[in-house]
């Protein structure tokens, strides 16, 4: 234990922008003990919609500078790029760029999501306990390029947090004989009052007619080309319904060509990205989403404490925290079963009736102080050793 009886904890992340671990990690930074923990932050680059939400608690440092920082000269802001790029390269390669910046040494080296792994584990500091946070299908086919380096990381780590039971499942079904270090599944907390005070900030303009909303980052395996396809066959069919989809990504040019090209730009509502979603959320008839993969969605849980009838594709730790037919309705990443489902929703009112019932209570399964006291005890049982 360090003299000043705090322990040293450092968390390694690429960047801020808006997601479900970047709301992990600034949950953990609001709740962990500050009395017990001396927290740091390092990013590879100062970006993203969260990057001022660090607590003030908590020692922000980075590599490199974010977007929000570059010229608005386009030839200036090219070569800022591409220093940036040269200098995250470097830091790739020689972990000391990385331990100039720190000039300190910490107890506990996190690794947030497998992005970071290499960050940790190629820690300058020898002496540190080093912490892997998987969140992620094993098997996903965009995974697979990166697989045999995440499967030779993960048996370096001191200590390693499931963020599902099914992440950890598919992992040990699909790589039996994989050395995985001492282990437990954590799930996300949920900031519940917070969250409900978010929800009443504004009411959103939406049409007169039942409204779908859904909030991801516009990454192809979030699946909205195909909802686009279904909520178009619904309408053609004549199912009268608004989608309204809060988020930002590389998917974004995309999703309005094809919106332009099936006739529901209007209909088919690309929000962008919003620090508050939830009073979308909150005023809208259902939640949906589509993804191809997931570990445990954080706006599931989310929406279902809004008491949102929820349809999800069923995967990653979806079906941990949604009871098919009971508290939302969940669905294989098909076009078609996409389309069955809001039709479900958008004419068979009992079932939405039930639906509600059933989210009365819902919150009652979601034990925030639990989780913030399992990864308090694994930090301060692994400086012990």
Sequence with gaps: MPENNKIKVLFRHRSMEMGGVE????????????????????????????????????????????????????????????????????????????QKILNDNYDIEIAPT?????????????????????HSDITLPKLQPLVPEILKQIPQ?????????QTKDILIETYPDLKIPENQVILNAIPIEELKQKAQAFKPDFPEKPVFVSVARLHSRKGFHKLMEAHAKLLKDGFDHHIAV?????????????????????????????????????????????????????????????????????????????????????INYETDEMYESMKKFLTEPELIAEIKENLTNIEEQFDNQKIFNSVETIITNLVKK
């Design 23 to 98: 709301k992990v990690i600034l949950s953990m930074l609001n709740h962990l003990n500050k009395d017990k923990f001396d927290l740091t932050l390092c990013l590879n680059i100062n970006q993203g919609e969260l990057r001022n939400e660090i607590p003030k608690h908590v020692r922000k440092v980075y590599l490199t500078d974010g977007r929000e920082d570059l010229s608005a000269n386009s030839v200036v802001q090219k070569v800022q790029l591409v220093k940036r790029k040269l200098r995250l390269q470097k830091a790739l390669k020689s972990p000391t760029v990385a």
């Design 114 to 134: 497998y992005a970071a792994f290499s960050a940790v584990l190629n820690s300058v500091n020898k002496n540190s306990k080093k912490i892997g946070w998987f």
């Design 157 to 165: 780590f001191d200590y390693f947090i499931f963020g599902s039971q």
């Design 246 to 330: 809060i988020g930002d990504g590389e998917e974004m040019g995309n999703l309005k060509k094809q919106a332009e090209d099936l006739g529901v730009t209007q209909s088919f509502q690309l929000l962008g990205s919003s620090m508050n979603p939830y009073p979308e959320v909150k005023n809208a008839d259902f939640f949906i989403l589509p993804s191809e993969s997931e570990g445990w969605p954080l706006i599931i849980a989310d929406a279902l404490i809004l008491q949102k009838p929820i349809i999800s594709t069923n995967v990653g730790g979806i079906p941990e925290m949604i009871e098919h037919g009971k508290t939302g309705y969940l």
